[in-house]
C-alpha cells in the first residue's frame, strides 16, 4: 500500500474511533461485528481496511461514509475525486441537471447526509408530506417566482404612503362679488 492509502486508512481509523466513543455514549453496542453489519461486509475486511491492510476503493469507502454519516473526504480526497468522477459519468450526456443542480453530492455536510438518508428510510407518503413542507417553509424564507413576483430574491421596495391631499389656502371669490 502507498503512503496515501495508509494515511487514509488512519484517518478512517480516527473516524471509526469517534463513532465507537459516541456509541458507547449513547449506550449503543461499538464493536467492529456491529459495525461491520452497517457496512455490509465481514469484521475482518472492516479491520483490514482501518489497519491499512487492504487499500479502500470508492465502494468501500461509500459504505465506510454512509455508516460513520460522514463524506468520504473526510477520510480519502483522493477517493472522493474519483468517486465524484464516477457520479459524472453515470449522468447520460445532457442530463447534468439532474444531479442536484450540478452539485458535487461527495461535498455534502454531515447534517446533509444524515437528512438524505433519512429521507430514503422514509415511506413514500411521508416523503411527500417532507417535501410539501420543506417547499413551505423554503417558500417563506425565500419565496418563489412569480407573475406577482418576477424577482424574488430581491426584496420588494417599501411603498412611500400616499402623500396627504393638500388643503388650499386661497380664498376663493364668492359668487356675491
Known amino acids: 500500500m502507498t503512503p496515501e492509502q495508509k494515511a487514509d486508512a488512519a484517518r478512517l481509523k480516527q473516524l471509526f ?14 464493536s467492529q461485528d ?26 468501500a469507502a461509500a459504505k465506510f461514509s454512509k455508516a460513520l454519516g460522514c463524506q468520504i473526504s473526510d477520510f480519502s480526497t483522493t477517493i472522493a475525486a474519483v468517486a465524484s468522477e464516477i457520479g459524472d459519468a453515470a449522468l447520460q450526456p445532457g442530463h447534468e441537471a439532474n444531479r442536484a443542480g450540478g ?28 417535501i410539501s413542507l420543506t417547499n413551505q417553509l423554503r417558500n417563506s424564507v425565500k419565496p ?3 407573475a406577482a413576483n418576477p424577482y424574488p430574491g430581491i426584496p420588494a421596495p417599501k411603498q412611500k404612503p400616499a402623500p396627504a391631499p393638500r388643503v388650499s389656502h386661497k380664498k376663493t371669490e364668492s359668487a356675491e362679488h
Open 17 to 30: 474511533q469517534r463513532w465507537k466513543a459516541d456509541r458507547r455514549a449513547q449506550g449503543l453496542q461499538s
Open 34 to 59: 456491529t459495525f461491520s453489519d452497517q457496512v455490509g461486509f465481514g469484521q475482518s475486511a472492516v479491520s483490514q481496511y482501518l489497519n491499512g491492510k487492504i487499500p479502500l476503493n470508492p465502494a
Open 103 to 130: 452539485m458535487d453530492m461527495t461535498e455534502l455536510s454531515k447534517l446533509e447526509m444524515q437528512l438524505v438518508l433519512m429521507f430514503r428510510e422514509l415511506p413514500s407518503q411521508a416523503k411527500d408530506e417532507v
Open 144 to 146: 418563489a417566482r412569480s
